[in-house]
């Protein structure tokens, strides 16, 4: 990691008590801004909707700092929305979420010092010839920092935001009420379900510990495979609020854009490749495509896998149901198709025959790609946009709303991610050969 940017700087509060009263104000905010616009939409003899007074310009512009500035659940459960539902949600609400999705602000240095402490104890200097104070890299969780081993080797250090991890079931329900508050949230659309993976998702990925063996875990499961790199963890300088890991040069993926053709199609193939083993070989997953989670090291060619909180174990029966609906789109059985939707729950049940035309001419668009003789061009295709149109269709069909089961969610987020990515690099990949050989 060569990149560091620079980020916005504010202490993140720390506590259920401060967290809350942070959501607290933002909802006092808001009220007085609904009020103030209300009365002046009254005045000019307009009935205004909740949901018109709440998504004002400075609401938005205030709803969005705050979550971001409070990092942890709050900001991740925006992200979740935003990924999960978003072509289902008003442009407003749409528009937050997005900014929520760009990035965190870091914690200024004196909290810095005292999360170290908290970490490592307050000799925690014995541990580090240096320690960049500079951030390589925040997220919603925690930030990361380089530093050097007292002899001389490389780290790239993770710590958790203070009191993150215990107030994620708080800021998710005092989040979650603001959002139903707001009336911004369809209401045909049960938020159970994302709560509970988001809740799922956020304690897991605050486990450092879990991380750490997922890390090395990932790292034994590709030790023979040259495409990749897993930093190798650092034990002896992880600790429950602290991952520590070997530092590893890079760039980010995102400059594989620029590389020879031949370059950039290997890398996303290799990807590819990767999340299917991922599914049908490995059964385990690392389910988070943010771009920044892969980079590229243009010496070696190899691609940096990184950030395993978001790694989830994938159920045989689960494995064994996507199988059954690769080889049936490869058959272009839609009868198969159809059943192997339902099995993995990606259908509501008892829809009508129409309805069943419309989401299985969805999937042949993307099942057409899978029978195609021919190398996938992501950049020169119009696939993304013929299924966000026909799924724009279905958002003007309230009783085709739906929600996947949140044990699928991680993988349709890691695939569109990986879709995205390919499309952002304009490769060219034997997306058929690869599926076949899984099939």
């Given at each position: 990691m060569t990149d560091q940017p620079d980020f916005p700087v504010r202490a993140v509060p720390s506590g259920r008590f401060a967290r809350a009263q942070h959501i607290g104000g933002l909802a006092t905010g808001l009220v007085g801004g609904i009020a103030m616009s209300g009365a002046a939409a009254l005045l000019k003899g307009q009935r205004p909707r909740l949901s018109d007074l709440v998504m004002t310009p400075r609401n938005v512009a205030r709803l969005t700092a705050r979550l971001s500035e409070m990092r942890g659940a709050?900001?991740?459960?925006?992200?979740?929305?935003?990924?999960?539902?978003?072509?289902?949600?008003?442009?407003?609400?749409?528009?937050?979420?997005?900014?929520?999705?760009?990035?965190?602000?870091?914690?200024?240095?004196?909290?810095?010092?005292?999360?170290?402490?908290?970490?490592?104890?307050?000799?925690?200097?014995?541990?580090?010839?240096?320690?960049?104070?500079?951030?390589?890299?925040?997220?919603?969780?925690?930030?990361?920092?380089?530093?050097?081993?007292?002899?001389?080797?490389?780290?790239?250090?993770?710590?958790?935001?203070?009191?993150?991890?215990?107030?994620?079931?708080?800021?998710?329900?005092n989040v979650a009420a603001l959002i139903r508050w707001s009336g911004l949230w369809p209401r045909e659309l049960d938020l159970a379900p994302l709560l509970a993976e988001a809740r799922a998702q956020l304690h897991e990925e605050a486990d450092y510990d879990r991380e750490g063996a997922a890390l090395v875990r990932f790292g034994t499961l590709l030790a023979d495979d040259p495409r990749f790199v897993v930093p190798a963890h650092d034990a002896h300088r992880s600790r429950p609020n602290a991952l520590a890991m070997?530092?590893?040069?890079?760039?980010?993926?995102?400059?594989?854009?620029?590389?020879?053709?031949?370059?950039?199609?290997?890398?996303?193939?290799?990807l590819i490749e990767l999340?299917?083993?991922?599914?049908?070989?490995?059964?385990?997953?690392?389910?988070?495509?943010?771009?920044?989670?892969?980079?590229?090291?243009?010496?070696?060619?190899?691609?940096?896998?990184?950030?395993?909180g978001a790694t989830r174990e994938i159920s045989l029966e689960m494995s064994v149901a996507y199988r059954a609906l690769l080889r049936a789109g490869l058959a272009n059985d839609r009868a198969a198709i159809l059943a192997a939707l339902a099995r993995i729950g990606f259908i509501k049940p008892d829809l009508n025959a129409r309805h069943h035309a419309v989401i299985l001419d969805m999937a042949e668009m993307g099942f057409a790609v899978l029978r195609g003789p021919k190398p996938f061009d992501f950049r020169d295709n119009d696939l993304a946009d013929r299924l966000r149109a026909r799924g724009m269709e279905i958002g003007g069909e309230r009783e085709l709303w739906h929600l996947p089961p949140p044990e699928t969610l991680f993988l349709q987020r890691k695939i569109g991610g990986l879709y995205l990515l390919a499309t952002r690099l304009g490769a060219r990949v034997d997306v058929a050969a690869l599926v076949r050989r899984f099939a």
């Open positions: 709050a900001m991740k459960l925006g992200q979740l929305l935003s990924m999960e539902a978003g072509e289902l949600l008003s442009p407003e609400l749409e528009a937050v979420l997005a900014r929520l999705r760009a990035g965190a602000h870091v914690m200024p240095p004196a909290q810095l010092k005292t999360v170290l402490a908290d970490s490592y104890g307050t000799d925690f200097r014995t541990l580090f010839r240096s320690f960049d104070t500079r951030p390589l890299a925040a997220a919603s969780i925690g930030q990361v920092h380089r530093a050097l081993t007292p002899d001389g080797q490389p780290l790239a250090v993770k710590l958790q935001y203070p009191g993150v991890r215990a107030a994620i079931d708080s800021d998710l329900d070997g530092f590893v040069a890079s760039e980010p993926i995102e400059r594989l854009a620029d590389a020879p053709p031949a370059i950039r199609d290997a890398a996303v193939a290799a999340c299917l083993k991922e599914l049908f070989t490995f059964r385990v997953m690392q389910t988070d495509p943010n771009f920044a989670n892969y980079r590229w090291n243009p010496e070696t060619g190899q691609i940096l896998l990184l950030d395993f």
